[in-house]
């Protein structure tokens, strides 16, 4: 199974029908993954006539209702862990905000669960939300000061804060 593949309904007709081939290549998937999907994950087909057809609609809401239910939302404080698959709270204290480019940053932890690494994009419009979200001090600079040759921010407390 390919996991870090999401299938992507947007190229789903909804009006159209599909094989579970035709499915599986506008999905960029494999057919035995589609397969799974009808036999054991409850994605509606036609199995009365071969080759089994899949309305394009159901196969939309299908995958639509599988990311909800695995996009389990994080609460304060949490960030996603792949590996429990489930939203987890960060080490306190070993937590790294990295601006990547002027309006987008990552805010990097270890999972308190499982030592694996968490990792969250974070708009940097929201650094002053995210820095009281974590407990984090995160230089917020105005893009007028950036200076690039700085290198990425970060909360490490070994690198003193300018001010
Ligand atoms: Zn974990």
Not at 25 to 43: D, E, F, I, Q, S
Request: glycine share 6%.
């Amino acid at each position: 199974m390919i996991r870090n593949r999401r299938a992507d309904w947007r190229r789903i007709k909804g009006k159209l029908s599909y094989t579970i081939d035709e499915a599986a290549h506008a999905l960029g998937t494999h057919r035995n993954t589609v397969r799974h999907w009808v036999k054991k994950v409850g994605l509606p087909a036609m199995t009365e006539a071969r080759p089994h057809l899949i309305l394009g609609g159901d196969l939309v809401a299908f995958l639509r209702a599988r990311r909800t239910a695995r996009k389990r939302r994080c609460g304060p404080g949490e960030l996603y862990c792949l590996r429990c698959r489930a939203p987890r709270r960060p080490v306190p204290g070993l937590l790294e905000y990295r601006a990547l480019t002027s309006t987008r940053a990552r805010i990097v932890g270890i999972c308190s669960t499982c030592e694996a690494i968490l990792h969250r994009f974070v708009s940097t419009h929201r650094a002053a939300a995210v820095a009281t979200e974590f407990n984090l001090q995160i230089e917020v600079r105005h893009e007028s000061l950036a200076d690039s040759a700085l290198p990425s921010l970060n909360c490490d407390s070994s690198t003193p804060a300018t001010t």
